[in-house]
Structure formats: C-alpha cells, structure tokens
C-alpha cells in the first residue's frame, strides 16, 4: 500500500472538505412500495459522460484518490464502495 501524500490543500480548500465530511448523512429516500428497482447501470446511461473507477483512501473523513493524476470536475457526482472492517 502507497504512503498518504502531503496534505497540499488550500486553508480555504480543507476548511470546505472539513465542512463538507461533517454535515450529517442525507436520509434515505421516501419511495413507493410499488416502486420498481433498476441495475446501476440505467441510472448511469442517463448521466453525461462515461463512469470511472478510482481507488481512493479516506484521510480524516474525506476520500482521496490514490492517483496524484485523477482530476475530478469540481462537484462531480461519485458513488463510494467501501469495505466493512473486521
């Protein structure tokens, strides 16, 4: 496993993900009992641009890609998957 890198954000920057990490889960959505589901994949057709998988580590509640390279468009939708701890 890579080393963390240094923290190389802005004051302003950590401030934000900080904030961002500390707001409170939203709540699951209210759906119909007769609502049907559909695979991830229907969802992810009707978004703009292709997906793409990244692996990350999370550091103080924020996810960080493990590629210094990754640029993800500021506000940019993502979906996390997470292992459970032992």
């Known amino acids: 496993m890579s080393r963390p890198e240094i923290d190389q954000?802005?004051?302003?920057?950590?401030?934000?993900?900080?904030?961002?990490?500390?707001?409170?889960?939203?709540?699951?959505?209210?759906?119909?009992?007769?609502?049907?589901?559909?695979?991830?994949?229907?969802?992810?057709?009707?978004?703009?641009?292709r997906p793409l998988a990244v692996a990350g580590v999370v550091e103080n509640g924020v996810v960080r890609p493990l590629d210094p390279t990754v640029r993800l468009p500021e506000r940019s939708r993502v979906i996390i998957v997470a292992a459970e701890e032992n």
């Open 9 to 49: 954000r802005s004051p302003g920057r950590r401030a934000r993900d900080e904030q961002i990490a500390a707001e409170p889960p939203l709540a699951p959505l209210e759906l119909p009992a007769d609502a049907v589901a559909s695979p991830m994949e229907a969802h992810l057709a009707r978004q703009p641009g």
